[in-house]
Nanobody
Framework: QVQLVESGGGLVQPGGSLRLSCAASGTIFGVNAMGWYRQVPGKEREMVAVIDSGVNTNYAHFVKGRFTISRDASKTTVYLQMNSLKPEDTAVYYC???????????????WGQGTQVTVSS
């Protein structure tokens, strides 16, 4: 069974940095695009950053220039480096992989369990 396991959330002061990680576990042949989303209570989940199977990235306007998404060489782990954090970045951050190729076929719409990021003084 494929899982996305996130880590790296926590409490940080405004202006600080955090690095989130998300690793796909299980027997995996490959992962195409991966991304990070976030959600606050009472609001819809929103895209933060996505990266395709190559090096192409896309960022939400509110994180451009502050956050960087990247992947490891195996393409099964995705990172989100978050700098110059603001209180409005406080949210639960979720990792997403739309398609993961496994011995049993393609698993669609894969999400991690979420990791809390709190930006507060």
């Amino acid at each position: 069974q494929v899982q996305l396991v996130e880590s790296g959330g926590g409490l940080v002061q405004p202006g600080g940095s955090l690095r989130l990680s998300c690793a796909a576990s299980g027997t995996i042949f490959g992962v195409n695009a991966m991304g990070w989303y976030r959600q606050v209570p009472g609001k819809e989940r929103e895209m933060v950053a996505v990266i395709d199977s190559g090096v192409n990235t896309n960022y939400a306007h509110f994180v451009k220039g502050r956050f960087t998404i990247s992947r490891d060489a195996s393409k099964t782990t995705v990172y989100l480096q978050m700098n110059s954090l603001k209180p409005e970045d406080t949210a639960v951050y979720y990792c997403n992989a739309p398609q993961i190729r496994t011995p049993k076929g393609i698993e669609y719409d894969n999400w991690g369990q979420g990791t809390q990021v709190t930006v507060s003084s």
